[in-house]
Nanobody, 119 residues
Framework: QVHLVESGGGLVQPGGSLRLSCVIS????????MGWYRQAPGKQRDMVAT???????DYADAVKGRFTISRDNVKNMVFLQMNSLKPEDTAVYYC?????????????WGQGTQVTVSS
């Protein structure tokens, strides 16, 4: 079983910054990619940023130039640095890992951390 625990969410004013962290533990196997997704009330969960085991990154257009995803392969952690935050960034942010163990590919999610951007 794999556990993902996010931290770093909170309330921030527009233009501010937050850094989200996610630690992955358990019987992980090999990680293909890790990422951050978000879900605002009444909306679907959307990809924010992903990073592969080789370090390739992908970002949603809405966050390009403002958010940066990074990872620590030794500690099995993934981070999301969020700058120039906007009210529309308000959502629950979820950590995700895409992994393979014993030849079986699976995806796991964290419980989410709330990010609220408001004055």
């Amino acid at each position: 079983q794999v556990h993902l625990v996010e931290s770093g969410g909170g309330l921030v004013q527009p233009g501010g910054s937050l850094r989200l962290s996610c630690v992955i533990s358990g019987s992980i196997g090999s990680i293909n990619s890790m990422g951050w997704y978000r879900q605002a009330p009444g909306k679907q969960r959307d990809m924010v940023a992903t990073i592969t085991s080789g370090g390739m990154t992908d970002y949603a257009d809405a966050v390009k130039g403002r958010f940066t995803i990074s990872r620590d392969n030794v500690k099995n952690m993934v981070f999301l640095q969020m700058n120039s935050l906007k009210p529309e960034d308000t959502a629950v942010y979820y950590c995700n890992v895409d992994r393979r163990r014993f030849g079986i590919r699976s995806t796991s999610w964290g419980q989410g951390t709330q990010v609220t951007v408001s004055s």
